[in-house]
Every structure is written in structure tokens, then in C-alpha cells.
């Protein structure tokens, strides 16, 4: 039996009027037409011709994904510094509004937030790194003493090594510690350029966090104006979306952070553990990086009550890392978060795994907001809402550095 698809045709005789009107009849059944199609191309199966189509359009649309990937990881000392003001700036924006709102000069909320920013970071580092040199003493005296403990379970404990087979191991590891030490000078020498990089990447991203206070709306409406005149209202329109939801993003991880800082901080601190203040500001920072990030630096508050409090008291601080991840996890996470970016929690565990493979770190950490903004506007421009709108003019408001710059080289309007 034939296929219902490919039904055989009628027999061509010496009129063959019959068996074209017939192939052109199925071709309308099948919503096609052999207008402009090649011998071949009308040959073969609409399926195929389907796959190829859609086959040769992701590959073009791969390999610009990856070029992009390649540029943004080739200028990541830029890339990353800007990322990183855009997201502070989604957090000072309403805070400087605020103050101007209220009556302050423009100037005058702008510095404000700058200084807010600047002594809020500070003083954490501050407070850890002052609390980290002032038990430095007790520190290395407890480190000390763990070791001697570990050395005697060793030997005491089910392995049962001998002082000779553990003399001869830790000699092994210097030996290979002075076979490799090339690669530990090649990184004191690099250390230089890596602090080289990390103020020249400070200073960056505090001087896009400042022309962001500034000038934002006009930098965006620069952006705005690349793109066709049709398609500038949908840009537009995507663009204040994703902002939205990076700037609740923002407030709402920052609740979420201080969370886990205080109720591993707070755990840390009813057990007696040194160090509180620096655990505290390391689960914060940590907490940026979703689901991932509290649960390394909680490890750190376990480590520690392990060295200084014993087996005890470590189980009883990884109980409190694992009763504030299940907090996060289950409510902070889906009901705080996911209202506010719209982000599945899986999407938000896949989107962690993805970034940190990707690009480390800096991934992980610009990987759910990447995706809870580019979900915004991917779903604003597909709802068609942007449609009848007027075209915006985006001219620069009155008094904006926009207007500094001599007429003859702004772009010119289209």
C-alpha cells in the first residue's frame, strides 16, 4: 500500500493535463506550491526541506552566539567590570531618585549614593579584615593544634600509620611542593598584573556606575537609536522590562544574602566560633552566586568550628548551614525570588551550572539575572504589546552630557 503522503500519481498517457492539474492539487492540500522551487528541492519531502531550513538557520544563529561568547571572553577585564556597575546601578538608581525626589540637588543624590556604596563595602571589608588580624595569633595557635590532632588520629585511628610513613609523605609534598615551584614564581610574578587588573577593573566599574547615575537614559537612548527605526518602540519597551526585573533582582537577592549572613552568622556566633564577623560577610558575598554560593562559604563556618570546637560542634554549625539552605531553597528561592524575576528554580539551578562552566565565577554570578532579564524581554517582544505605539524620539533630556558633545560628531538622527 502506498504511503498517504506519496500517493502514487495517475498514469501519464499522451495528455498529461490530468496528472498536473493532480500534482498541483496536492501540493494545495499540502499548503505548498512548485512555484520557485528547484527540480530537486520539489523532489524531495516537505519534511526535509523543513529540517534543512530550520538545520542552516540555528547553525548561523549558533555561530553567532559563539562569537559572541569568544568577544565577551577576550575583553572580560571590560566586560565584567561594566556588568558588575550595571547591576550596582539597578540598586542605586532608586535610592538617588529617592533623594531627588525629596529635594536634593541632582548632584548632590548622585554623591550621596556613591559614598553610600563605597562605605557600605568598605566597611565590611573593613570589619573582616580587622577581625581576621586581631585573632590571627589565636588562629594560628588552633591551626597548629588541629594539625597535631589530625597527625596523632593517623596514627591512633583506623588507618594506623606509622610516624616514618607520615614523615615520608609530608616530605613527598615539600619534595614536589621544590620540584614545582616554578609555577608558584611564575604566579608571584604574575601577581603584579592580577592587582593591576583587579583596581584598574574597580576603577572601571565605578566610573560606568557614575555616567550610569548621570546619564543612564540617555546612554540607553544612544543604544535605542542603533537599531531600525520599526523596531525601536520593542527595544525600547524590552529594555525598561528587563530593567525592572534586574533592578528586583537586585533588592531581592540582597534580602536573600543578608539572610544567610545572619542565620549562619548568628549560628557561628551561639557556638562560641571565632571569625564570626568574616563568615558573615563571606556568606553574604557568597549568596550573590544562587543555591551555590552560601553552601561553600558555609563550609568555611563548619571547617572553622571544626578546627577551633571539635567533631561536635561542626556537626551541629553543618546543621545550621543545611537548616539555612533548605530556608532559601524552599522559600526565599521560589517564593521571593521566582515572584520577582520569573524564573523557574530549575531554570535558576541550570542557569548557575551553565554560567560557572562557561566563565567561573563572574558566570555563576551574572547567570540568573542574565536569564531573568532575557526572559522579560523575550517574552515583552513576542506578546506584541510594543505594537501601535509611538516611535520615540529619544532626544536627550536637558542639561545631559549628551548635549557637551559638538553637533558635528553625535550620530546623526534617523
Known sequence: MADSETPVPPPAGE???????????????????????????ASLPRGVRLAGAWSWRLLVIGAVIAVVVFLIVQLRLIVIPVLIAVLLAALLVPFKDLLHRHGWPRWLAIVTALIALVVVVGGLLYLAIWQVSRESHELQTQSVAAFDQFRSWLTTGPLGLSEDQINGAFQSLWTSIQEDSQVFISGALSLGSTVGHVLAGALLTIFSVLFILIDGK???GWIVRIFPRNARAAIDGAGQAGWVTLRNFAKVQILVASIDALGIGLGAFFLGLPLVIPI????????????????????LAVFIALVFK???????????????????????????????????????????????????????????????????????????????????????????????VPRAVRRPRV
Do not use: C
Open 15 to 41: 495528455n498529461r493535463a490530468p496528472a498536473r492539474s493532480w500534482f498541483l492539487r496536492r501540493r494545495r492540500e499540502l499548503g505548498e506550491s512548485l512555484d520557485g522551487l528547484e527540480p530537486v528541492d
Open 218 to 220: 540617555s546612554i540607553w
Open 280 to 299: 558573615s560577610v563571606l556568606v553574604f558575598l557568597g549568596s550573590f552566586i544562587p543555591i551555590v554560593g552560601a553552601v561553600v562559604t558555609g563550609a
Open 310 to 404: 571539635g567533631w561536635v560542634f561542626a556537626l551541629i554549625m553543618l546543621g545550621v548551614v543545611l537548616l539555612v539552605q533548605q530556608v532559601e531553597g524552599h522559600v526565599l528561592q521560589p517564593l521571593i525570588m521566582g515572584t520577582a524575576v520569573k524564573v523557574h528554580p530549575l531554570a535558576v539551578v541550570l542557569a548557575v551550572a551553565v554560567g560557572s562552566l562557561l566563565a567561573g565565577i563572574p558566570g555563576a554570578l551574572f547567570a540568573v539575572p542574565f536569564v531573568a532579564v532575557l526572559n522579560v524581554m523575550v517574552h515583552y517582544i513576542s506578546s506584541g504589546t510594543w505594537r501601535g505605539k509611538e516611535q520615540v524620539a529619544f532626544s536627550p533630556p536637558a542639561g545631559a552630557i549628551w548635549e557637551t
